[in-house]
C-alpha cells in the first residue's frame, strides 16, 4: 500500500510539475514573441528625432493582440481620410474573454433603474473597473501616440504586483491616436524637412482635413468620424468610470497640467466628479513626484466650466473627464528653456511655488522622452487607483446616477419637448438624434396633448430629465447665465478673464430649435421610447405636379432638396412675393420647380429621404421670382497653419450638398482663374492674414514678421498679396458676389474701403464684452438673404464687430437685412455693455458697382453648429450666384 501510495504521489507531482513547466514556457514563449518598442520600431519612444508613424503603430498593436493573451485590438472603423482608428483593449485573459459580460455589468451600474441594493452589490462585487484614454487629438502634440507602445507592452509583460492588479481589477481601453490623419501629416512633413533650413517650421495647413485644432470642440455635436465612433465608445457602448485625454500645451510654464480644474466649476455636474477629480489628481501627482519629475500643476490655467471638449463633456455623462497637458518640445526635437523663460498663468500669477505647483521645474533640456515617460507614469496611476478603489469608484458611478434620477423627478424641469409644430422640424429632427448619440433616453409623444396654454402634438420629441445623464439635458438644453464673479474677472482691476471656449452651449438655441423646459410634473400621457436610431419622418407629396413642384424654404435640408435637382437640370425659383396655392399660403422665398422630364420621380425621392413635403403647384406659377443657377462657388483657404473656419465650412458645404473649389493664395492672385466664379466665400480672418499670411501672436501680442514667413517652405508662403486684393476687387465690381465671414469683415473694409467701422475696437473689455453667447436679432424675412428665417431669431456672437455704418450716402447701396434687438438682447452667455449692440447690423449687403458683398458680423456657421442661422448663409450664396435683377 506504501508502494503504491508513493508512486500515485510521484505521478501526481509528475503531472503537476509538468503543468507549472508547460505554463512557464508558454509564459516565456508569449514573452518572447512580444517584441519591445524599441526593438520593433528601432528606437526607444521618444527618442530625439524619432517619430513613429500610424502605419507601424497599428501594426505594432496587431502584433501584441496576435501573441499576447492580455491585448485585444479592435477596429471601430475609419478616419476622416480613411485611416483605422482602433481602440485597444487590455486586461487579463479571462477578463478579455468576457468582455461582453463586463460591458453590460458596467452599463447596468451607469443606469441602476430597476435594480436592488442587493443587485448593485452583487454587480460591483463581480463588475471591473472601466477606464478609457485617448492621445494626441491635436497631432502636433506627438507625446501621447508616441508613449502608446511602451505603455501596451509594459502591460503586456510586465509581472509586478501593481500591474497584475490592474490586470485583475481593470480592463483599459487605449485609444492610441484620436486623429490618424494628423499624426501622418505631422510625420510626413518632420520628417521632409528635417535637416534642411525649415526644419520644425509649423505645419502649413489644418491637422484634421475639416476641424484642425477644434476636433476637441465636437464632443456633443459630433459631425466628424471620430467624433462619432468615440462617441459610441463611450457615451453609448461603455460609459467607463474615467476618461482621460492626454495633450500638449505651451513650454514656458509647468511641465505637466493634471487634474483637478480651475474654478468656476459647473453647478449641473454631479459634486462626486469633482471629487474624483481631486483623487486622481493626487494619485497622479504622487506616482509623478516619486518619479523625480518636477513641474507638475493642477488647476491653472484650465477651467471647470465648458462643455465643447471631449474631456470636458464626458463629466456631464457621469464619467470623470480629465486632462493632462505636457509641456511640448518641438515635437520630435528637444529645446532648451532658461529660467528666465518661465512664467506665471492664469491660476498660478507667478512662477513660484503655490498648492498647486509645490516643486518647480528649474529649466534645461525638454524633450520628447520626458512627455513619454510622464504620460505613461500617468495614465498607469490612473488605472492603478481603480484597481485598488475598484468597488468604491463602481458605487459612485451608481450614487451619480441616482443623483440624476432623484433631482430629474423632485426638481424642474422634469423634461424638455421638442415639438413637432414648429419651424424646421427636420433641424429638430437632428437635435434628437444628436443627443441620442450622446447616450440619452429619447421618448416620442403618441398622443395629443395640451399642458397650460401649449397643445403638443404627436410625433413630438420629449426628454425626461430623470434619468442617469440629467447634467447633460441640462447643460446643453436650457438657457445658461454664465458666472461674473471673483473667478471670472483679474483681481485688480476687475477685467472679464477669457472664458475658455464659449459661455453657452445650448444646442438648441444654436440650432434654432425650441426645446420647452416644462416646470411642472408631467401627467400620464402616452410616451413610446425611441430604440432605433433617430430618423427624419417621411415627407408627403400632394398632387402630380404637371405645372410643377412647390416647397417651403424654412427647412435648412431645402438646400440639400435644391442642389440635387439644380444638379439634375431642373429650372428652380425662389418666388419674390407671399401667394396662394390652392387653400394654402405660402411665404415670400417659397421655392418653385417647373415641370420637367423626371421630376414627379426626383420629388418623390427627396420626399423619402429628407422627410421634406412637395405641393404641386395648382395655380399659374407665381409671378415675380428669382430664377436660381447652380452657384460657381469658391472658399478661400489660407495656408499659415490652416484656417479652422474655412474648414469648417467646407465640411458644412459639403454635408447639405454643394459643389465648391477650394481656392489657395496662388488661386486668387490668378486673375483667369477667379472670373469664372459666380461667389467668393473669406472664411473668419484678419485682414493682415489674408494678404499677408503673417499670424497675430495671441499671447505676446505682435505680428509675425518677414523673417518669420522665411522659415516657411516657400509654396507655403504669404497671403493673397496685392494681386489678389486687385483681383477681388475687380471680381466684386464685374458682377461677382463676395461673402466675408465674421473676423474677415476687417478685409472687405480695407480692401475696398467700405463705410463700415468695428463701433467696439477701442471700447475696454470692461464697458463690453460678450464671449461666445447666444444673442437675439431681427430679420427682414422679405429680403432675399432672410427668405426661410423666423422674423425672430438667435445667432452666436464671438469674437465678432459691431458694425457701424458711416453717415452719408454710399454710391453703390447698402441693405441691412438683420439686425441685433433693441433690448434684453441676451438669451444665453455674458453679455456686459447691451448698448453697445442695441439696433447694431449683424449682416450688411453692399453693392458695389455690378456686384455685391455680403458681411456677417458674426460666426453664422460657427463649427458646422449654428443649424439656426445656416440659411443665412446658403441664401446668400444663392442670391449671389443668382443675382437679383432677373
Not at 465650412?649 to 465648391?660: A, G, I, V
Amino acid at each position: 500500500m506504501k508502494r503504491k501510495a508513493f508512486f500515485n504521489l510521484i505521478r501526481i507531482s509528475t503531472v503537476l510539475f509538468l503543468f507549472l513547466l508547460g505554463t512557464l514556457i508558454n509564459v516565456n514563449a508569449n514573452t518572447q514573441k512580444l517584441p519591445s518598442p524599441q526593438e520593433f520600431f528601432g528606437f526607444k519612444m521618444g527618442t530625439d528625432g524619432k517619430l513613429a508613424g500610424w502605419q507601424k503603430i497599428v501594426e505594432y498593436f496587431k502584433v501584441l493582440d496576435m501573441h499576447s493573451d492580455r491585448i485585444m485590438v479592435k477596429t471601430l472603423g475609419e478616419s476622416t481620410l480613411g485611416n483605422p482608428f482602433i481602440v485597444v483593449i487590455i486586461s487579463e485573459p479571462e477578463n478579455l474573454e468576457n468582455l461582453e459580460k463586463y460591458r453590460k455589468i458596467n452599463k447596468k451600474l451607469a443606469d441602476p433603474r430597476g435594480l436592488s441594493d442587493t443587485e448593485i452589490d452583487q454587480l460591483i462585487n463581480e463588475g471591473k473597473y472601466i477606464s478609457v484614454q485617448t492621445y494626441s487629438l491635436h497631432a502636433t502634440e506627438v507625446g501621447g501616440t508616441q508613449c502608446t507602445p511602451e505603455l501596451a507592452y509594459g502591460l503586456a509583460v510586465g509581472d509586478d504586483a501593481v500591474t497584475k492588479k490592474i490586470l485583475k481589477n481593470t480592463i483599459f481601453l487605449i485609444i492610441p491616436c484620436f486623429n490618424p490623419d494628423g499624426l501622418n501629416m505631422v510625420k510626413e512633413w518632420f520628417y521632409k524637412y528635417k535637416g534642411t533650413e525649415f526644419d520644425n517650421t509649423r505645419l502649413p495647413y489644418l491637422y484634421h482635413f475639416y476641424t484642425g485644432h477644434d476636433n476637441n470642440r465636437d464632443s456633443y455635436q459630433l459631425t466628424q468620424k471620430e467624433s462619432r465612433m468615440f462617441a459610441k465608445l463611450v457615451y453609448r457602448d461603455w460609459v467607463p468610470q474615467s476618461y482621460v485625454d492626454h495633450h500638449h500645451f505651451g513650454s514656458s510654464g509647468a511641465r505637466f497640467y493634471i487634474p483637478p480644474y480651475l474654478d468656476p466649476i459647473h453647478p449641473n455636474v454631479d459634486p462626486l466628479i469633482w471629487r474624483e477629480h481631486q483623487l486622481y489628481g493626487a494619485h497622479m501627482a504622487v506616482a509623478l513626484e516619486n518619479a523625480g519629475k518636477s513641474g507638475i500643476e493642477s488647476g491653472a490655467p484650465f477651467t471647470g466650466w465648458w462643455q465643447a471638449s471631449f474631456h470636458m463633456s464626458t463629466n456631464y455623462h457621469n464619467i470623470s473627464g480629465m486632462l493632462t497637458e505636457s509641456a511640448s518640445a518641438k515635437w520630435a526635437d528637444p529645446i532648451y528653456i532658461l529660467p528666465d523663460q518661465l512664467e506665471g498663468t492664469r491660476g498660478r500669477p507667478e512662477y513660484k511655488p503655490q498648492m498647486t505647483m509645490p516643486r518647480l521645474w528649474k529649466g534645461g533640456w525638454w524633450r520628447l522622452r520626458d512627455i513619454v515617460e510622464q504620460k505613461i507614469i500617468a495614465s498607469k496611476a490612473v488605472l492603478e487607483l481603480g484597481a485598488r478603489y475598484k468597488n468604491t469608484l463602481l458605487f459612485n458611478t451608481v450614487q451619480k446616477a441616482r443623483g440624476n434620477i432623484k433631482s430629474g423627478k423632485t426638481e424642474p424641469p422634469f423634461a424638455f419637448i421638442i415639438p413637432r409644430d414648429q419651424h424646421d422640424f427636420l433641424t429638430a429632427v437632428k437635435l434628437a438624434w444628436i443627443f441620442q448619440m450622446n447616450g440619452i433616453e429619447i421618448h416620442g409623444l403618441e398622443k395629443d396633448f395640451q399642458m397650460g396654454s401649449r397643445m403638443f402634438s404627436r410625433g413630438s420629441f420629449v426628454i425626461l430629465c430623470a434619468q442617469p445623464m440629467r447634467a447633460f439635458i441640462l447643460s446643453f438644453l436650457e438657457q445658461v447665465n454664465y458666472p461674473d464673479n471673483a473667478w471670472t474677472r483679474s483681481h485688480g482691476d476687475r477685467e472679464p478673464l477669457r472664458p475658455y471656449d464659449l459661455t453657452t452651449y445650448s444646442v438648441s438655441e444654436h440650432m434654432g430649435v425650441e426645446a420647452i423646459p416644462i416646470l411642472e410634473p408631467l401627467p400620464d400621457i402616452h410616451l413610446s421610447k425611441i430604440r432605433e436610431d433617430i430618423l427624419p419622418p417621411e415627407g408627403r407629396v400632394e398632387g402630380t405636379g404637371e405645372r410643377g413642384f412647390i416647397f417651403e424654404h424654412r427647412y435648412n435640408d431645402s438646400f440639400k432638396a435644391l442642389n440635387r435637382l439644380l444638379k439634375k437640370g431642373m429650372d428652380i425659383y425662389w418666388v419674390r412675393e407671399g401667394f396662394r396655392n390652392s387653400e394654402r399660403f405660402f411665404p415670400a422665398g417659397t421655392i418653385f420647380v417647373r415641370s420637367g422630364s423626371g421630376l414627379a420621380s426626383e420629388i418623390q425621392i427627396l420626399s423619402r429621404e429628407l422627410g421634406m413635403d412637395f405641393f404641386a403647384l395648382k395655380n399659374e406659377p407665381p409671378g415675380k421670382a428669382l430664377k436660381l443657377k447652380q452657384p460657381r462657388l469658391g472658399i478661400y483657404k489660407r495656408y499659415s497653419g490652416g484656417n479652422m473656419d474655412a474648414g469648417w465650412t467646407d465640411w458644412l458645404l459639403t454635408d447639405f450638398e454643394f459643389q465648391f473649389t477650394p481656392l489657395f493664395n496662388k488661386d486668387i492672385q490668378n486673375w483667369k482663374k477667379i472670373k469664372n466664379y459666380d461667389v467668393i466665400v473669406i472664411p473668419s480672418d484678419s485682414y493682415k492674414r489674408i494678404k499677408t499670411g503673417l499670424r497675430e501672436r495671441r499671447r505676446r501680442g505682435g505680428m509675425d514678421t518677414d523673417e518669420d514667413n522665411k522659415k516657411i517652405p516657400p509654396e507655403y508662403r504669404g497671403g493673397i498679396g496685392e494681386a489678389g486684393e486687385k483681383n477681388l476687387k475687380k471680381f466684386v465690381e464685374d458682377g461677382g458676389t463676395l461673402i466675408v465671414l465674421n473676423g474677415a469683415y476687417d478685409f472687405a473694409q480695407k480692401a475696398f474701403k467700405l463705410p463700415v467701422q468695428n463701433s467696439i475696437a477701442d471700447i475696454p473689455r470692461n464697458e463690453f464684452y460678450c464671449p461666445g453667447s447666444t444673442v437675439k436679432i431681427n430679420i427682414d424675412t422679405f429680403h432675399p438673404l432672410g427668405y426661410g428665417m423666423p422674423a425672430n431669431s438667435l445667432a452666436l456672437f464671438r469674437n465678432s464687430p459691431i458694425l457701424q455704418v458711416s453717415a452719408g450716402d454710399f454710391k453703390d447701396g447698402v441693405a441691412i437685412p438683420v439686425r441685433y434687438v433693441r433690448e434684453n438682447i441676451l438669451q444665453s452667455g455674458w453679455l456686459i455693455g447691451e448698448k453697445y449692440l442695441s439696433e447694431k447690423p449683424a449682416v450688411v449687403e453692399f453693392r458695389v458697382q455690378k456686384g455685391k458683398i455680403v458681411i456677417f458680423a458674426f460666426p453664422v456657421q460657427h463649427r458646422a453648429q449654428t443649424h439656426g442661422t445656416f440659411k443665412l448663409f446658403f441664401n446668400a450664396i444663392y442670391y449671389g450666384a443668382s443675382g437679383s435683377n432677373n
